[in-house]
Nanobody, 126 residues
Framework: QVQLVESGGGLVQAGGSLRLSCAASGRTFSSYAMGWFRQAPGKEREFVATISRSSSNTAYADSVKGRFTISRDNAKNTVYLQMNSLKPEDTAVYYC???????????????????WGQGTQVTVSS
């Protein structure tokens, strides 16, 4: 069982930056690929970024590529999402998720993730 708690959301002006954190419970954090997803009002939840167990592999949605960076610190059981050059269309609830895997790759597929956090609101004003 893994519990995930996101933090770092808030209100920011367009062009600004935020760093989201997701703290995981348990001693097996390094056994999980991690991902960030987001859900805007009236829209389905969508993939944002993923990182493999060792951090050697990452992937991003086209909409955030070059602006967002996912990273993790296995010693701290934490995954991060650095968001730069934020746009109003980035406004959403952001969720982190954990995918138990034996391989060293992440996944963009929501259905592959076993555990989810409660989400943190990010609002970007124009």
């Amino acid at each position: 069982q893994v519990q995930l708690v996101e933090s770092g959301g808030g209100l920011v002006q367009a062009g600004g930056s935020l760093r989201l954190s997701c703290a995981a419970s348990g001693r097996t954090f390094s056994s999980y690929a991690m991902g960030w997803f987001r859900q805007a009002p009236g829209k389905e939840r969508e993939f944002v970024a993923t990182i493999s167990r060792s951090s050697s592999n990452t992937a991003y949605a086209d909409s955030v590529k070059g602006r967002f960076t996912i990273s993790r610190d296995n010693a701290k059981n934490t995954v991060y999402l650095q968001m730069n050059s934020l746009k109003p269309e980035d406004t959403a609830v952001y969720y982190c998720a954990a995918d138990y895997t034996l391989g060293d790759w992440g996944t963009i597929y929501e259905s592959q993730y076993n555990y989810w956090g409660q989400g943190t609101q990010v609002t970007v004003s124009s």
